[in-house]
């Protein structure tokens, strides 16, 4: 689902855009998933704890490929967080974007 920028309307905020752009990335059981592990691996090990794109794809049973583009659209949405060292990428969640997606489902 793309939002296009021309959209415009006294009802619909820059909340109401965060919030599809964040729900139209976990439409997926793959970026669930990939959400709720490094959620335990983020909340449960301390927040400085990253987890290694080659530790997503040992994980789950999907291609490098696969993964990589669940990933790219995780990061695209604000949801991942990446920090490249030498040849290896590694991810943490933003925690603060997703208390806001689960807040506005609070409605």
Known sequence: MRIRAEITSKYINETDRKVAVVANALAHPLRVALVRYLSTKNYGRGV????CNKDLV???????STVSQHVK???????FITENKDKFTF?????????EFRDFLKL
Do not use: H, P, R
């Open 58 to 64: 040992k994980m789950f049973d999907y291609s490098q």
């Open 73 to 79: 659209i995780l990061k695209e949405a604000g949801l």
């Open 91 to 99: 991810y943490t969640l933003n925690k603060e974007l997703l208390e």
């Open 48 to 51: 400085d704890n990253v987890t």
